[in-house]
């Protein structure tokens, strides 16, 4: 009998991939968002009918208006950050190292669960 062991996967350091998208409000409510690749992270949040995040440029990168921040171990899942992005998140006060702007995250299968964190216009 032929049988391969596979090693165990460390699944605690993996994020969970379950779900949707999970959004935390400024009160500490968290909303669980439906969720679909083709979509960015700014138009699920927004058609959730979420008014806190107001992306008033629509999703072209021009306004900052959409800016969250993502739970750190889904950093590593998200594509570079383009320099408008960049440029952009460097002209508000309240730039974090995990901030993103949700128009530049393209939603895929594999970010199912990923946590953010609407973050408050200062």
Known sequence: M???I?????VAAEPQREGGLRV???DGVVRDVAASPGHSVMELIRDAGIAELPAYCGGVCSCATCHVYVSA??????PPMSDDEDALLDSIANRASQSRLSCQIPFSAQL???EVT?????
Do not use: F, I, R, T
């Open 112 to 114: 199912h669960g990923m």
């Open 24 to 26: 935390m409000l400024s």
């Open 6 to 10: 596979s090693p165990v996967e460390d």
């Open 2 to 4: 032929n049988m391969s």
């Open 73 to 78: 171990e889904w950093l590593s899942l998200l």
């Open 118 to 122: 609407v973050a408050v216009e200062e």
